[in-house]
């Protein structure tokens, strides 16, 4: 059974950091693009970023450029999400997501991915 569990969730200040982990189990992960999505309260689940197989491929949020950086480790199948000058705005619960249908493109379309982590919560404090 497929799983992917994220951490590294939590209440920072407005400018921090915080750093999420997705680490997958019972899954080719570098068969695999991944993906960053997020929803906040009253509001759609939303892109963030996505990495392809290798890593040499990102594809960010407008929202979020400049700012956020995913990267990945295969030997350890996990997915990063390095977060930096956190906004208030970016208070959400972050999800995990595995496109297990290929790896090549680090897509942005929700319905695209196939596998899904429980969620981490970050607030950001103003």
């Known amino acids: 059974q497929v799983q992917l569990v994220e951490s590294g969730g939590g209440l920072v200040q407005a400018g921090g950091s915080l750093r999420l982990s997705c680490a997958a189990s019972a899954l080719t992960f570098s068969s695999c693009a991944m993906g960053w999505f997020r929803q906040a309260p009253g509001k759609e689940r939303e892109f963030v970023a996505a990495i392809n197989w290798s890593g040499g491929s990102t594809n960010y949020a407008d929202s979020v450029k400049g700012r956020f950086t995913i990267s990945r480790d295969n030997a350890k199948n996990t997915v990063y999400l390095q977060m930096n000058s956190l906004k208030p705005e970016d208070t959400a619960i972050y999800y995990c997501?595995?496109?297990?249908?290929?790896?090549?493109?680090?897509?942005?379309?929700?319905?695209?991915?196939?596998?899904w982590g429980q969620g981490t919560q970050v607030t950001v404090s103003s």
């Open positions: 997501a595995a496109d297990s249908t290929q790896r090549r493109m680090p897509r942005n379309y929700a319905l695209q991915y196939d596998y």
